[in-house]
T-cell receptor, first 112, second 116 residues
Framework: DARVTQTPRHKVTEMGQEVTMRCQPI?????VFWYRQTMMQGLELLAY????????DSGMPKDRFSAEMPDATLATLKIQPSEPRDSAVYFC??????????FGPGTRLTVL | AQTVTQSQPEMSVQEAETVTLSCTYD???????LFWYKQPPSRQMILVIR??????QNATENRFSVNFQKAAKSFSLKISDSQLGDTAMYFC?????????????FGDGTTLTVKP
């Protein structure tokens, strides 16, 4: 049963600390997405990769957020430095170009 | 740019009854896919149903069906024989084909509560 995995599932950190979230997409999928979900903003697309190349990261605050795919089995989202307003649930999703997205379980981030 | 509008932030339905969730979208594209995703309290987002715009026949998946009106840019989800496990937030999503294929635009979601 192939699924997207994300680590950690929960993260509590202090303002100013670096946060790294990891995602393992489903093997064979060539698109990977990072989303942020909050009550106020809903589901926001932060970054989008195809064949490991970043296609769109316009939704991401560039000064503190970065997203990479060092290889086909790993996508990372890093926040440095973190701020309380970054508290949210971060989802990774993967898929094929012409198809639905398969979501991971999310990382709940709390920045104090 | 595409927009997806879900005009019903919250809805409720009695168990075993039928409910319809609305979704409209705005696009100048002719070829695209539409999706409904479900996010239960566990937060795990899962696909409910998918519709290709070139198909005139409405998609169905067991108790879930859509009413796809391409000219009206409307894509509603009907849930028949509602069950308690259908309680969730439902997101409508649009995906265009072509250069940026794969990237979806999501609506703000409709929270559905199924009452016993």
């Amino acid at each position: 049963d192939a699924r997207v995995t994300q680590t950690p599932r929960h993260k509590v950190t202090e303002m100013g600390q670096e946060v790294t979230m990891r995602c393992q997409p489903i093997l064979g999928h060539n698109t990977v997405f990072w989303y942020r979900q909050t009550m106020m903003q809903g589901l926001e697309l932060l970054a989008y990769f195809r064949n490991r190349a970043p296609l769109d990261d316009s939704g991401m605050p560039k000064d503190r957020f970065s997203a990479e795919m060092p290889d086909a089995t790993l996508a990372t989202l890093k926040i440095q430095p973190s701020e309380p307003r970054d508290s949210a649930v971060y989802f990774c999703a993967s898929g094929m170009v012409l198809g639905e997205q398969f979501f991971g379980p999310g990382t709940r981030l709390t920045v104090l | 740019a595409q927009t997806v509008t879900q005009s019903q932030p919250e809805m409720s339905v009695q168990e075993a009854e039928t409910v319809t969730l609305s979704c409209t979208y705005d696009t100048s594209e002719n070829n695209y896919y539409l999706f409904w995703y479900k996010q239960p309290p566990s937060r795990q987002m899962i696909l409910v149903i998918r519709q290709e715009a070139y198909k005139q026949q409405n998609a169905t998946e067991n108790r879930f069906s859509v009413n796809f009106q391409k000219a009206a840019k409307s894509f509603s989800l009907k849930i028949s024989d509602s069950q308690l496990g259908d309680t969730a937030m439902y997101f409508c999503a649009f995906m265009k084909l072509g250069a940026n294929a794969g990237k979806s635009t999501f609506g703000d979601g409709t929270t559905l509560t199924v009452k016993p």
